[in-house]
C-alpha cells in the first residue's frame, strides 16, 4: 500500500504562489507515475501535472509556464510550484500515484491507484 500526504495549500492573491508537498510512504508496491490533480466542487477532477519514474513531465493546457512537478527521489516527496496563481486555480489539490504509466498517459487519467486527502488552494482577485 502506498500512503500519500499533501501539505502547503492555502490562500493567496491572485498572481501569488504555493508550493505544495506530497510525501510518499511506499512499501515494495512500485509507483512509475506520481500526479497531482484538482477538483472544484460540481466539477470533473482533472491531471494538473504529471512525472514518471524516467523524470518526464507533462502539464495540463491551462498550467503550463506556471506550474512546475519534480521530486525528491530520496525524501519521497513530491512538489507542484505554483506560480502566477488565478482565481480559477481555486480547486482541491490531490496528489496521486499509479503503479503504471509514463507522464502523458497519466496526465489523461480521471483514476489513479492511489490518492492523498487533498489540500486547498484558494486564489483571491
Known amino acids: 500500500q502506498v500512503q500519500l500526504l499533501e501539505s502547503g495549500g492555502g490562500s493567496v492573491q491572485s498572481g501569488g504562489s504555493l508550493r505544495l508537498s506530497c510525501v510518499t510512504s511506499r512499501s515494495t508496491y512500485r509507483t512509475d507515475c506520481m500526479a497531482w490533480f484538482r477538483q472544484i466542487p460540481g466539477k470533473e477532477r482533472e491531471a494538473v501535472a504529471t512525472i514518471d519514474s524516467d523524470g518526464n513531465t507533462s502539464y495540463n493546457d491551462s498550467v503550463k509556464g506556471r506550474f512546475t512537478i519534480s521530486q525528491d527521489n530520496a525524501k519521497n516527496t513530491l512538489f507542484l510550484q505554483m506560480n502566477s496563481l488565478e482565481p480559477e486555480d481555486t480547486a482541491m489539490y490531490y496528489c496521486?500515484?499509479?503503479?503504471?504509466?509514463?507522464?502523458?498517459?497519466?496526465?489523461?487519467?480521471?483514476?489513479?491507484?492511489?490518492w492523498g486527502q487533498g489540500t486547498q488552494v484558494t486564489v483571491s482577485s
Open positions: 496521486a500515484a499509479d503503479r503504471y504509466g509514463g507522464a502523458w498517459s497519466c496526465l489523461q487519467r480521471k483514476d489513479m491507484d492511489y
